[in-house]
């Protein structure tokens, strides 16, 4: 089974640790898996995304991108 909860990340990006912090947290108490994608592995996904990240999806549909609202998350995933 895959995760539900995707986060777009990439290498040395400030808003993606603390977006890991939040993500990681909520999926905890909601006993979600989360998966990180690395958007410079991917030229579609580096040119998708850009300087967007970190982006978060919940079972393919966005719901943030830089700042990642914990609450929004957790509503998602009820």
């Given at each position: 089974?895959?995760?539900?909860?995707?986060?777009?990340?990439?290498?040395?990006?400030?808003?993606?640790?603390?977006?890991?912090?939040?993500?990681?947290?909520?999926?905890?108490?909601?006993?979600?898996?989360?998966?990180?994608?690395?958007?410079?592995?991917?030229?579609?996904?580096?040119?998708?995304?850009?300087d967007?990240?970190?982006?978060?999806?919940v079972?393919?549909?966005?719901?943030?991108f830089?700042?990642?609202?914990?609450?929004?998350?957790?509503?998602?995933?009820?």
């Amino acid at each position: 089974m895959s995760a539900r909860v995707t986060m777009y990340t990439r290498e040395g990006c400030h808003l993606c640790e603390d977006a890991l912090e939040v993500v990681a947290a909520v999926c905890a108490a909601q006993g979600a898996d989360y998966q990180l994608v690395d958007i410079d592995a991917d030229a579609e996904l580096t040119e998708r995304y850009g300087d967007q990240v970190p982006v978060v999806t919940v079972d393919g549909a966005t719901v943030g991108f830089w700042r990642i609202d914990p609450q929004v998350l957790a509503q998602a995933l009820a």
